[in-house]
């Protein structure tokens, strides 16, 4: 199956937040997010694992734009967090249709009639008897059986939005209404109902009290059939239910199979929701909707996860689970936090602008800016206007220029001030060539540095890995190939990608990226001491001999400029594919070692002899394919191997 996008419109809104909750307990990689709106600082947007800015659903360029995006993103399925937006949604089905993307919404007629609560009893005329009586305002004003109170609420209105009540004629009469408001009969709790009295005294001072209120949620295939429904008694504040208690299905068992055979006639598809109370005469309803709601992702956290359900269940015939509510557990919320990073939507300003004025300097913090690449990427990142940079190594690095030079001690001291950081760099490591007690100890530094830099959460830590995890192959490597590690190195730099994983999943306020970086090489001191190809490279250009083994074998080398180029660019990159994210950095071709040393003796002068070896003592192959740094994040090598092997005669 080819990567499955859900597009999460309105994903400001409860019901955005509540479908990208459900969406986080899918099987690992199940899907891609993306957030939909129109608000930069959406809470939601940075749950997703991407987020694109689209105009309101009320303005005209939205169905263009909606699609451009949507076709952008590969999206497969839409859903809709409004029901504003739902009904337009619906209206132009077939269209987004044409373009590959799957609308979770049902018919129109269905979306329409859900929306107009005076008509519910004639729409949904099977199920006549369970819902509330409306009226218009003439008629309420014409008629002599009406019992006060009523409900006033908008014919079209969601959310709990501009309801009151209306206590008697006199209040009736003092109100001037066209035909955009309704007015409901009062669903009142029964007399066994512990709510009861609260509700009726709440009633005698104007208020409408939101308790004893039951959200009934059913789930219709692409068949109109029933597959899966639940019901919870909801406790609300503002029109936000705040508490969710599991209810027995039975004293709603009539009123569901009345109005199934309503949704059958009109085509129901995907979640429908029924809002009403138990009252003396038994269930009544006052409100639907045609979407999933609020309370979907605390449903989900219960057993009922319904958007797994629809998306993988019945839209992509993925083998799913059943929803199943606990009975056992009541679901609750309160208030959330996060900081989101608004500079990808201000104006450039420089680093120390005016006061009051924003500043989108990024801020960097950088392990191991003494090491050889650190010391190279310290360079970079301290030319460009754009970063102000920070350093942490076993010693204070006195570089002019940096920002704040820590050694690592400041920080597990909690002396460090990483307050406002944005971006972690962590490249200090062990480097190959050191014992394992080296590589481990060098794990350790890393969860606790790692740990420190969690207390600010910033909003992305890049953790520089290496291409040895995969051990040897002859198959070109790529992110998904399994793991192979085959020294203590490579061990311990897997050892901490899973540290980077575990944390990813207990925050949605910092992404993590691991880059799989190749063999650095060059002519550089440290790594003509230490690289083989470097070596070999720097004794041709000296006019020396060199002998070499497994000729024919092949191993992914990337130039020192390049390996540089992929951390700058993966520091300044906005957008990221995942809140943990793996990507090989590495050349576009990988030439044997003899077709490297034929071009090197050309080109530099010096010899070199081949030295046979049984072919069952050439170990395998390291190949890596860089195929998704190329076509995901816009990174490609600029440097082949007759470019590196210039770089020593130069």
């Not at 490249?427 to 350790?444: E, L």
Request: with cysteine; aromatic share 6%.
């Amino acid at each position: 199956m080819d990567e499955l996008v859900v597009g999460i419109c309105s994903i400001g809104s409860g019901v955005g937040q509540s479908v990208i909750d459900s969406c986080k307990l899918f099987k690992p990689g199940a899907v891609q997010t993306v957030g939909l709106g129109n608000n930069p600082s959406a809470f939601g947007a940075t749950e997703c694992d991407r987020s694109r800015l689209i105009p309101s659903y009320y303005d005209d360029d939205y169905i263009e734009s909606l699609v451009r995006v949507a076709t952008e993103e590969n999206v497969t399925v839409l859903i809709p967090g409004h029901d504003d937006e739902a009904y337009l949604l619906a209206k132009h089905r077939d269209l987004l249709g044409k373009h590959g993307i799957c609308v979770l919404a049902a018919a129109e007629p269905l979306v329409a009639a859900c929306r107009d609560k005076y008509g519910y009893a004639r729409a949904f005329k099977e199920a006549a008897s369970f819902f509330v009586r409306s009226f218009t305002h003439q008629e309420v004003l014409a008629a002599e059986d009406i019992i006060f109170p009523l409900i006033r609420k908008p014919r079209s209105g969601y959310a709990s939005q501009s309801i009151s009540v209306v206590a008697d004629q006199r209040a009736l009469h003092a109100i001037e209404d066209g035909e955009s408001h309704i007015y409901q009969e009062i669903a009142m709790p029964a007399s066994n109902d512990c709510h009861a009295a609260d509700y009726s005294k709440g009633l005698l001072r104007g208020e409408n009290r939101q308790v004893g209120e039951i959200s009934l949620q059913l789930i219709f295939d692409q068949s109109s059939q029933l597959r899966a429904c639940c019901a919870t008694t909801n406790r609300l504040a503002n029109g936000v239910p705040i508490e969710i208690v599991p209810l027995d299905l039975a004293p709603l068992e009539h009123f569901i199979e009345a109005f199934c055979r309503s949704m059958q006639r009109l085509d129901a598809f995907g979640p429908i929701n029924v809002q009403g109370r138990i009252t003396d005469d038994g269930f009544k309803v006052f409100e639907i909707n045609p979407r999933f709601t609020g309370i979907t992702g605390l449903r989900a956290k219960l057993g009922f996860n319904e958007v797994e359900y629809v998306v993988m269940g019945l839209l992509m015939k993925q083998p799913c689970l059943k929803p199943h509510l606990s009975l056992r557990h009541a679901g609750v919320r309160q208030v959330a936090s996060k900081k989101v990073d608004l500079a990808p939507f201000l104006q450039p300003t420089s680093s120390s602008g005016s006061r009051g004025e924003p500043s989108i300097v990024k801020r960097v913090l950088l392990s191991g800016s003494s090491g050889l690449l650190g010391g190279l990427l310290l360079d970079r990142l301290l030319s460009d206007s754009g970063l102000e940079v920070s350093t942490v190594d076993r010693c204070r690095n006195e570089r002019k220029g940096i920002s704040h030079a820590y050694c690592f001690e400041d920080l597990l001291s909690g002396m460090a001030d990483l307050r406002g950081i944005d971006v972690v760099l962590h490249g200090a490591f062990a480097r190959p060539h050191h014992a394992p007690a080296d590589h481990f100890a060098a794990v350790q530094t890393s969860v606790e540095f790692l740990r420190a830099c969690m207390r600010v959460t910033p909003a992305k830590i890049i953790f520089v890995s290496s291409q040895s995890v995969y051990g040897t192959s002859k198959e070109i490597l790529s992110e998904a190939s399994l793991l192979c590690p085959e020294g203590s190195y490579a061990q311990a730099k897997v050892l901490v990608e899973e540290h980077l994983k575990s944390l990813s999943q207990m925050t949605r306020e910092t992404r993590f990226t691991v880059l799989r970086l190749s063999s650095v090489m060059g002519p550089l001191e440290s790594l003509v001491k230490q690289e083989a190809y470097s070596s070999m490279m720097s004794t041709l250009a000296n006019g020396g001999e060199v002998s070499a083994r497994h000729v024919s074998r092949r191993v992914s080398k990337i130039d020192y400029r390049d390996a540089v180029d992929a951390l700058v660019h993966f520091t300044k990159l906005e957008s990221q594919h995942g809140f943990f994210d793996i990507v090989n950095i590495g050349p576009d071709t990988t030439p044997s070692l003899g077709e490297v040393l034929d071009g090197a003796a050309e080109a530099l002068g010096g010899s070199y002899c081949r030295m046979e070896t049984p072919t069952t003592e050439v170990p395998g192959d390291l190949i890596i394919s860089s195929r998704k740094a190329h076509h995901q994040y816009a990174w490609r090598s600029c440097h082949d191997m007759q470019s590196t092997i210039d770089s020593f005669r130069e």
